[in-house]
């Protein structure tokens, strides 16, 4: 766990890099393939991950060996992730060589970059000691899309209001023991109250009383996440970017 070293650079570096491990299956090569029943697509062909001090990278299982090489290299000159983002939750310079990584994976045109965000953590996230108005938070029933992690073990959030869902936080990715990625969703009509906040606490808590680390992984381009993660006092783990 990442919170009884929160100022230990390293060891946060290093929490990424399991973070990685943890999302993607690996072959005995330590190359990215499928997991069971997902197709080929939801493999990024080329992951680099960068955190302070560390840069790291990880190849599909189908990349031919030129192709990785070449990959290595550039992404081996690249420089890690500058100390002073990990806390301010804003987009840090691109690496320089991202353009030419693409390129090298290209097939005339540079291959495209899918993904691009941090991972955040909450770890001084605590729960609020009155919630919005008449507001009250209880534990989903395996449903709507939270149902598959809800059946592994992963329970989600909602918050009710005078007996109406107005907002969740379910378990986007769950790694029983380990760590949840959430996912936060409130009604359109009930924004701007404070229920993303006060559901988002809910969550963290009820996983952080499982023993493990509740985590978000937002695009960069997602405002509205990284605003609520910002104001709930998130903190940067790393930055991954994925190609196709």
């Known amino acids: 766990m990442i919170g009884a070293v929160e100022e230990n650079l390293a060891a946060r570096s290093l929490f990424f890099v399991e973070s990685v491990a943890q999302r993607f299956v690996?072959?005995?090569?330590?190359?990215?393939?499928?997991?069971?029943?997902?197709?080929a697509a939801t493999v990024p062909r080329f992951y680099l991950g960068r955190a302070p001090g560390l840069t790291f990278w990880r190849f599909a299982a189908t990349l031919d060996s030129e192709r990785m090489i070449q990959l290595a290299r550039l992404a081996a000159l690249e420089r890690t992730l500058p100390a002073e983002f990990m806390s301010?939750?804003?987009?840090?310079?691109?690496?320089?060589r991202l353009p030419a990584l693409g390129a090298r994976l290209g097939r005339g045109d540079a291959a495209p970059l899918r993904f691009r965000g941090p991972l955040l953590a909450f770890e001084s996230v605590t729960p609020e000691g009155r919630l919005p108005g008449k507001a009250?938070?209880?534990?989903?029933?395996?449903?709507?899309e939270e149902?598959?992690?809800?059946?592994?073990?992963?329970?989600?959030v909602a918050l009710e209001v005078a007996g109406q869902v107005v907002a969740t936080c379910h378990s986007r990715r769950y790694w029983p023991g380990w760590g949840a990625e959430c996912g936060v969703k409130t009604a359109v009509t009930e924004r701007g109250r404070g229920y993303g906040q006060a559901v988002l606490r809910a969550w963290c808590e009820t996983i952080r009383r499982?023993?493990?680390?509740?985590?978000?992984?937002?695009?960069?381009?997602?405002?509205d996440a990284l605003g609520l993660a910002r104001s709930v006092g998130a903190s940067c783990v790393g930055e991954g970017f994925e190609f196709d």
């Open 88 to 96: 301010r939750i804003e987009m840090p310079p691109p690496p320089e």
């Open 210 to 223: 499982r023993g493990e680390v509740p985590l978000a992984r937002p695009q960069w381009s997602d405002r």
């Open 147 to 156: 149902k598959r992690a809800a059946e592994r073990g992963s329970p989600g």
């Open 26 to 39: 690996h072959d005995d090569r330590g190359r990215l393939v499928p997991g069971a029943g997902a197709s």
């Open 136 to 144: 009250q938070v209880r534990l989903l029933a395996a449903s709507f």
